[in-house]
Nanobody
């Protein structure tokens, strides 16, 4: 069973930056597509970035150009560099292993970790 541990969240002012980390247990990390989700209060969890085993990346429109996802397979860790943060980026951020469904959409595969809170405010 894969365990996911997110860290790096905090309180930051608008325009600031944060770097989130997600450490995953298990020896098959390098072949997995990984993704970062976020869930704001009263809203559904949404996928904001993903990275494949071949390091191809994809981003939600709302974060494209501001967020960068990367991975270090030697450390079984995926990162999310968040720049130019906005108040609407406030949410709990989670990572997960991603699988593709029959229509080509990603879905989360592992049990959720505890997430890390990101708050963007003056």
């Amino acid at each position: 069973q894969v365990q996911l541990v997110e860290s790096g969240g905090g309180l930051v002012q608008p325009g600031g930056s944060l770097r989130l980390s997600c450490a995953a247990s298990g020896s098959i990390f390098s072949i997995q597509t990984m993704g970062w989700y976020r869930q704001a209060p009263g809203k559904q969890r949404e996928l904001v970035a993903h990275i494949t085993s071949g390091r191809n990346t994809g981003y939600a429109v709302s974060v494209k150009g501001r967020f960068t996802i990367s991975r270090d397979n030697a450390k079984n860790t995926v990162y999310l560099q968040m720049n130019s943060l906005k108040p609407e980026d406030t949410a709990v951020y989670y990572c997960n292993i991603l699988k593709l469904n029959v229509i080509g959409d990603y879905y989360p595969f592992a049990s959720w970790g505890q997430g890390t809170q990101v708050t963007v405010s003056l």
